[in-house]
C-alpha cells in the first residue's frame, strides 16, 4: 500500500516511518507534507495514496480543512496529541484515531483494521475500492442514537418522560424501574442490559448488575469492603446502591468527567 504522511515535526515524521516499516513492509511512504496547502497541492498532482497519515495541529491550521479543499479519496489515520478532536475526526474518511506518543501496538492495530475492511470486500467476491471502503466506514461511523424519553405508564394515562428527568434506573424482583429527579418512580418493559446499550454513557454508569445512576444522583460516594464503593443516592434509594469492584476504576473516571 502507498502511504502519505501529513505531518509537521521532523522528528514525528521520522518515529513514524521506523513504526511504519517495522509494523508492515508492505507499505510504501510516497510521500510527506507539512501543512494544509502542501497537502492540497500533493493530492491534487499526484495518485490518490491507499492510506494517509495525517496530523491534526498543522502549522497553517487543523488538517480538516484538506477535506474541503480537495477530494480525499484515501483512508486516513489520525495522528495527534489531542484526543478533543476524535468524533470530527470520523466524520470523514477515517479508519482510526492515534494519539501520540503513538505505540507500534497501536499502529498495528490500525493496519488490521484496515485489512480486515478491505479483506471483507474481497470475501464478497467483489474488487477492492477505496470509494465503496470508504463508504462502509461511513455507515459503520455514524453517531449512536440514545435513547432520549421513555413512553411510561401513570395510571390509565401515559407520560413521555425525557432522560434528562430520570436519576436512575434499577431492578426489583426481575421488574426495571426508573426513579426521576422529583422522585416519581415508573415501570420500563426492558432490561438493564437493553437499557445500558441504549443510554448516553456520558449521562449514565452501569455501577452494578441491578443499578444505572446519574451524576446528578450521586449524593455521597463512601468506601465499602471488598475494594467497592457504596453510594447515597437521590431521591432516597430504598437498596443498597455499590458500585461493584470491577467497575471502581471506570466509575471514578466517568464522575470526573
Same mark, same amino acid.
Given at each position: $500500500? =502507498? @502511504? ?35 497537502? @492540497? ?12 497519515? $495525517?496530523?491534526? /495541529? ?16 484515501? #483512508?486516513?489515520?489520525?495522528? #495527534? ?10 466524520? @470523514? ?17 490500525? %493496519?488490521? !483494521? %484496515? ?16 470509494? !465503496?471502503?470508504? +463508504? ?26 425525557? #432522560? ?14 426508573? +426513579? ?16 445500558? /446499550? ?12 441491578? @443499578?444505572?445512576? #446519574? ?11 471488598? =475494594? ?9 434509594? /430504598? +437498596? ?12 471514578? +473516571?466517568? $464522575?470526573? !468527567?
Amino acid at each position: $500500500m =502507498n @502511504v502519505l504522511i501529513v505531518e509537521d515535526e521532523e522528528l514525528a515524521v521520522k518515529k513514524l516511518q521506523k513504526l511504519i516499516a517495522e509494523a508492515d513492509a508492505s507499505l510504501t511512504v510516497v510521500g510527506i507534507t507539512a501543512s494544509i496547502e502542501e497537502s @492540497v497541492d500533493w493530492l491534487e498532482n499526484h495518485p490518490a495514496p491507499d492510506l494517509i497519515f $495525517m496530523d491534526i /495541529e498543522l502549522a497553517d491550521g487543523q488538517s480538516f480543512e484538506i477535506f474541503e479543499q480537495v477530494n480525499v479519496q484515501s #483512508t486516513v489515520i489520525f495522528t #495527534t496529541s489531542y484526543d478533543e478532536y476524535a468524533l470530527q475526526a470520523f466524520k @470523514v474518511n477515517s479508519i482510526d484515531y492515534l494519539l501520540k506518543p503513538i505505540q507500534k501496538e497501536d499502529l498495528q492495530r490500525s %493496519l488490521k !483494521k %484496515l485489512r480486515d475492511l478491505r479483506g471483507s470486500q474481497q470475501t464478497e467476491g467483489v474488487p477492492f475500492s477505496i470509494e !465503496k471502503l470508504i +463508504k462502509e466506514l461511513q455507515l459503520q461511523q455514524q453517531p449512536i442514537e440514545f435513547r432520549k424519553r421513555f413512553l411510561v405508564r401513570q395510571g390509565q394515562r401515559l407520560l413521555s418522560i425525557e #432522560t434528562s428527568e430520570i436519576a436512575y434506573f434499577f431492578t426489583d424482583e426481575r421488574f426495571s424501574f426508573f +426513579k426521576t429527579h422529583n422522585n416519581q418512580k415508573f415501570l420500563v418493559e426492558y432490561t438493564l442490559d437493553e437499557l445500558g /446499550e441504549n443510554l448516553d454513557p456520558h449521562q449514565f454508569f452501569r455501577i452494578s448488575r441491578s @443499578v444505572i445512576v #446519574t451524576h446528578q444522583a450521586v449524593e455521597q460516594i463512601q468506601p465499602y469492603f471488598g =475494594n467497592r464503593l457504596s453510594l447515597n443516592l437521590h431521591p432516597t434509594f /430504598e +437498596k443498597e446502591a455499590i458500585v461493584s469492584r470491577e467497575k471502581v476504576s471506570d466509575f471514578k +473516571k466517568w $464522575m470526573g !468527567k
